[in-house]
């Protein structure tokens, strides 16, 4: 019965976007590739939802700036298990461009559990798209 | 005692419980879809809203530590139960009756105010910005929208009630009797100013894209449901979908009760074609072509245009008599 209820529950995972200082390019493709007709991701049954108690799937783009950090932490904490974290990007990785700034205190691995990686930047929607999907599958797993 | 039993049944399986919410989430599905299907996007399967629903059940609740916690769960039962009750009050011509007491259709108007005023609670419980925000959004909606569903009602009870040598009916069995025997109402051109004038409540009242004022997602990030997270969202959810039944249970048995033959699934498709038709027409179609308006715009807009459209149906009855 679990596992029945699992395999239909991962079919309906909603995203939720956390911007952690990103430049916006980022978020610019997040949007496309949900909002464009060519790359819909709502045939996954995702769907974007305004507040992180609805979400299941975190997006963050950004290298997690001084000034953000403890809004994001409280943020990923107001999101209900069981949920998986996508970074977005090469600046959650390792910073990007802004490695060396003294603003940034990531890479948001050291404060969050990021499960899937999607370097870029910005990275292409199929990756974005293919990253969602690898995060489904460990979602999956969490249920 | 049987009669007992059957209120029970109506209520727990056949119009209402059961058999309303898988038809209420299979429409919001078939919405969902050609909605995708009229941007021109794959779209979800139309079994979405079920999958959606086992999901949410799965997912811890997070309760807001200042939330008001009796009120906050008690808001989203509310809606539901108010609404599982609504259900059974809307009759669908050859399948089931309704209820035969004089006053049926006060009743369920009473109650459809009821989704409306679990938001509110639920928004003003939560004890989030937004929530407030969406709490206020909400009363002033539900003020715009109440007054042109009031006038058409009293319209078509005025009517029927006239017609019938009474002054005003509010039965709605009565009035889909009346429709039975006289040709329905949707054929009757004083009549159609109000039947207008109920499609443009429609999208109101379901709080979809050109009057999702109160639950804006981009702009105060669903207002009231915010802080719900898994089963009470799930309950919201069922209680939208039990709404859409309502209103649009509402609008056949006011305009188009009309059965086809005498069998009772062939009807029961018959009720859910309808329900189909008048779904794309009034929520569909309009929440892909339009954009959201402003508050204040929204309430000019239902004060003129629906209002002044019932009350010329309303005008044209007396003039008939």
Not at chain 1, 62 to 83: F, M, S
């Amino acid at each position: 019965m679990k596992k029945l209820l699992q395999k239909i529950a991962k079919k309906s995972p909603w995203l939720y976007r956390i911007n952690a200082g990103s430049c916006n390019g980022c978020d610019v493709e997040l949007a496309t590739t949900a909002c464009i007709p060519r790359y819909d991701v709502e045939r996954l049954g995702c769907k974007y939802c305004g507040s992180p108690k609805h979400a299941d799937i975190v997006l963050i783009t950004g290298p997690l700036t001084a000034r953000v950090k403890e809004k994001v932490l409280r943020l990923y904490d107001e999101i209900p298990d069981p949920k998986v974290t996508v970074a977005i990007g090469v600046c959650p990785i390792s910073g990007g461009v802004f490695r060396d700034s003294y603003a940034i205190t990531g890479p948001i691995d050291n404060f969050i559990p990021v499960d899937v990686n999607v370097p870029g930047c910005p990275p292409r929607p199929q990756a974005i798209i293919d990253g969602i999907v690898e995060a489904i599958k460990i979602w999956e797993t969490r249920l | 005692m049987t009669d007992f039993v059957q209120l029970i049944l109506n209520l727990l399986i056949f119009p209402g419980g059961l058999f309303a919410v898988a038809l209420g989430l299979f429409l919001m599905g078939i919405d969902r879809k050609i909605a995708a299907r009229l941007q021109r996007r794959v779209g979800p399967p139309v079994y979405q809203p079920f999958i959606d629903l086992v999901k949410l059940t799965r997912k811890e609740m997070v309760v807001p530590g200042t939330a008001h916690l009796q009120a906050f769960w008690f808001a989203p039962l509310l809606g539901f139960a108010g609404m599982m009750a609504a259900v059974t009050l809307i009759p669908i011509a050859g399948v089931y009756q309704g209820f035969k007491y004089s006053g049926d259709l006060l009743v369920l108007l009473y109650l459809l105010a009821l989704p409306a005023i679990a938001l509110m609670i639920g928004g003003s419980a939560s004890s989030s910005p937004f929530g407030a925000v969406g709490f206020s959004r909400e009363m002033v909606m539900m003020m715009s929208y109440e007054l042109p569903l009031l006038v058409v009602l009293v319209t078509i009870a005025l009517k029927v009630g006239l017609a019938t040598g009474g002054i005003a009916t509010f039965s709605l069995s009565e009035i889909v009797q009346f429709q039975l025997e006289n040709g329905a109402l949707l054929f009757d051109y004083t009549m159609l100013p109000a039947l207008l004038a109920f499609l443009v409540f429609i999208p109101g009242n379901m709080g979809v894209v050109p009057f999702d004022i109160p639950e804006a997602e981009t702009e105060i990030v669903e207002g009231p449901i915010l802080e719900y997270s898994g089963t009470g969202l799930a309950l919201f959810k069922l209680m939208t979908s039990l709404k859409m039944i309502v209103v649009l249970g509402l609008a056949i048995a006011l305009f188009f009760p009309t059965p086809l033959g005498k069998n009772f699934l062939v009807n029961l498709l018959w009720f859910f074609l309808k329900c189909l038709v008048l779904m794309v027409i009034a929520i569909t179609v309009v929440r892909t072509s339009t954009g959201r308006v402003r508050m204040d715009q929204a309430f000019k807009f239902y004060l003129r245009y629906p209002t002044v459209l019932a009350l010329i149906s309303l005008v044209l009855t007396l003039l008939q008599r």
